[in-house]
């Protein structure tokens, strides 16, 4: 299992966020918060990765869902949002993206994940399944989704 950290939002953490092909607004309107001084080195980020040496081959954003805005879960409950879960063409295949998704499922929370083309074979063998819902509120996505097991405590 790699070791996984949340990232500081720094310049030198966005510059490396721009070798991943998913670099997009998210990041962008983190350099302006960060150019505006408004981002500390101490400030939640939202992104997870993993370093080998001191190069970021692979990452991640996690973000807690209110069960007020759940669409995707019976019955509505919090859960994480996994998105941008990316590794460097050259890492691949060597379990960094499996140590990611292991690191989100730690949190016992459910997980809705909107997979990338060509990836439905990654996420299958990480248990998450399509979700089965009517197409009122399909937006375009074909979200997968993973349920924590269920503890023998309750």
Known sequence: MHKVERLVINYKTLEEFKKFKEYGLQELSMLEDLEENIIENDSESPFYGIYFGDKLVARMSLYKV??????????????????????????????YGRSLVEFAKSFELPIKTNPRVKSA???????FEPVKYDMERDKGENPLIWYPPVSSDH
């Open 66 to 95: 209110d069960k007020k805005l759940d669409q995707y879960f019976e019955p509505k409950r919090d859960y994480l949002e996994l998105w941008k879960l990316e590794v460097l063409p050259d890492y691949q295949k060597e379990g």
């Open 121 to 127: 074979e990654f996420w299958s063998k990480m248990n």
